[in-house]
């Protein structure tokens, strides 16, 4: 049929995604459009392996364009220092901020990175900033990112004697958003809390559920590591 590829030929192949890469610089240089890009960037990263171009399009898109994806891109470039782009935490941490705070496409990724980058320190002036970290793994958590409802639930556990005091009603009800959302350890933290009646009320049924739920996902991450590895 006119139109299909024939993916066992490799001119043909060859010939299709070098068509591609035309079209994504057509409509990134040409009609200006952010999605194209990043459609740009995503072909020169993944098809051509070409970083340091991708990374050059993706600074382009997101400061002159605004285009999340793209800025939580560049944040993860400077994490590494992938693609020529400067390994430096804290330019990482402007690309994510500007990401989350745009709320498109990746930007509760980037709200949860923000939240890890301040919760850890090195990207921020003084040290850990746990009110940062805070309103941005709430953020995050809010947009269903299940890491960032078990962050918030392990901040209320421990505390940390500047201002955040253990709320073990607040740790469970992250470590329950996150169990609902298929974190694995939020599951095992409120399997327990509903055990020990901490944070709420002692429910052995409930406990024995969640217990289970943590099997289950702990049974499902082997598989999915088993078939990664095949």
Not at 51 to 75: D, F, I, M, P
Not at 143 to 148: C, K, L, R, V
Not at 193 to 220: I, P, Q, S, V, W
């Amino acid at each position: 049929m006119a139109g299909l590829i024939n993916f066992e030929d490799e001119n043909e192949v060859k010939q299709f995604l070098d068509n591609l890469g035309v079209e994504y610089s057509f409509q990134c240089h040409k009609e200006k459009d952010p999605e194209g890009c990043q459609r740009l960037a995503d072909y020169l990263e993944g098809v051509k392996k070409n970083y340091q171009s991708a990374a050059q399009v993706l600074k382009h898109n997101c400061e002159t364009n605004g285009h999340t994806e793209s800025c939580y891109k560049l944040g993860a470039y400077h994490v590494t220092g992938k693609g020529g782009m400067t390994e430096c935490l804290k330019t990482a941490y402007s690309y994510f901020l500007r990401a989350c705070n745009a709320e498109g496409k990746r930007s509760v990724d980037a709200c949860h990175n923000v939240g890890l980058l301040a919760h850890d320190g090195r990207a921020v002036e003084g040290g850990p900033d746990l009110a940062t970290a805070r309103q941005y793994y709430e953020k995050a958590c809010a947009g269903d990112f299940a890491p960032s409802c078990f962050n918030l639930s392990a901040m209320f556990i421990e505390g940390n004697g500047k201002g955040l005091a253990p709320d073990m009603t607040q740790a469970f009800r992250y470590a329950s958003r996150a169990c609902e959302l298929g974190h694995l350890w939020g599951c095992v933290n409120a399997s327990r809390m509903y055990k020990l009646g901490d944070g709420t009320e002692k429910d052995e049924k409930k406990a024995e559920e969640l217990k289970n739920r943590a099997k289950e996902l702990h049974g499902l991450q082997k598989e999915r590591q088993i078939k990664f590895g095949e």
